[in-house]
């Protein structure tokens, strides 16, 4: 089992940066890809960015490309969203999630997750 824990999240203004955190732990070595979703109240869960584990493949949703920067430290167990220019609509729960194998858009097919963390972006 993996576990993991979501933090960095909070309240800011649009425009403002923030920055999330995903620590893991237990069996570890098969979060090969590591991602970040979020999901907004009443609407489905969405993927964010995903990243590899040799980080030579990082993808984006088209929606965040050049504002958001996904980035992870495997030494320790360590994932990070760096969110720029954060608007309005992207308020939402962030989750990390892990599996193992090829890249993957879907949550579906993400085995571990983390409760999530919330963030809320005031006008």
């Known amino acids: 089992q993996v576990q993991l824990v979501e933090s960095g999240g909070g309240l800011v203004q649009a425009g403002d940066s923030l920055r999330l955190s995903c620590v893991a732990s237990?069996?570890?070595?098969?979060?090969?890809?590591m991602g970040w979703f979020r999901e907004a109240p009443g609407k489905e869960r969405e993927i964010v960015a995903t990243i590899s584990w040799s980080k030579l493949t990082v993808d984006y949703a088209d929606s965040v490309k050049g504002r958001f920067t996904i980035s992870r430290k495997n030494l320790n167990n360590m994932m990070y969203l760096n969110m720029n220019s954060l608007k309005t609509e992207e308020a939402a729960v962030y989750s990390c999630?892990?599996?193992?194998?090829?890249?993957?858009?879907?949550?579906?097919?993400?085995?571990?997750w983390g409760l999530g963390s919330q963030v809320t972006v005031s006008s």
């Open positions: 999630a892990t599996k193992d194998g090829r890249v993957s858009y879907y949550a579906r097919d993400y085995l571990h």
């Open positions: 237990g069996r570890t070595f098969n979060s090969n890809i």
